[in-house]
């Protein structure tokens, strides 16, 4: 049986970028924070240079599937605190619109009052006039929660299209009743 392919690709520390393992626990350090892991699976991780490598220390299915797992969560922690992430996502609908406030969203969607959504620590927000919100943070995991968080204060409706939905993200429009007779 042979290694996870994603796995046994070594990590490349950047400049700038220290990563210490202490017992279970993966430290990144970066110009744009820090981030922490536990390494999960029976795996041994090696630091030499600026390339971190994660090896099996058994052959069972499950550390196979933990050590593809576990690079690629400390890779997305190395490209967090180096490039950081980012997420958009584009609300549509006549008069639909939002604001950023200090660390919160302010969206207006349609219902009797703004929906007040608070950013987690670590996630920066903005929303243009044109209705793009664009999050950013060091965080993969925080933010594409966030995202999923805020799609679902009013997801794209399946008439009009109206709501939030992810920038890109195609939405089936239905047919409505009058389109039906025949």
Not at 32 to 57: A, H, W
Not at 71 to 83: D, E, Q, S
Request: net charge positive; with cysteine; aromatic share 4%.
């Amino acid at each position: 049986m042979s290694m996870s392919r994603i796995g046994k690709l070594p990590i490349i520390i950047p400049k700038g970028v220290t990563i210490t393992v202490d017992g279970e626990t993966i430290t990144v350090k970066g110009p744009k924070g820090e981030l922490q892991k536990r390494c999960v699976g029976n795996l041994d991780v090696k630091i030499e240079g600026d390339t971190m490598l994660f090896t099996p220390r058994d052959e069972q299915r499950q550390t196979k599937a933990f050590h593809g797992l576990m690079r690629a969560l400390t890779n997305n922690m190395v490209i967090g605190v180096t490039t950081g992430f980012s997420r958009k996502l584009r609300i549509v609908g006549v008069g639909y619109r939002g604001e950023a406030k200090g660390s919160s969203l302010v969206l207006s969607v349609g219902y009797s009052h703004p929906v007040d959504f608070p950013l987690p620590q670590g996630i920066a927000g903005t929303v243009t006039k044109e209705g793009l919100i664009e999050l950013t943070g060091i965080d993969k995991e925080i933010l594409g929660d966030v995202a999923a968080r805020i799609r679902k204060i009013r997801k794209p409706d399946s008439y009009k299209g109206k709501g939030i939905r992810y920038d890109g993200e195609v939405v089936r429009i239905k047919p409505g009743k009058s389109a039906s007779k025949g």
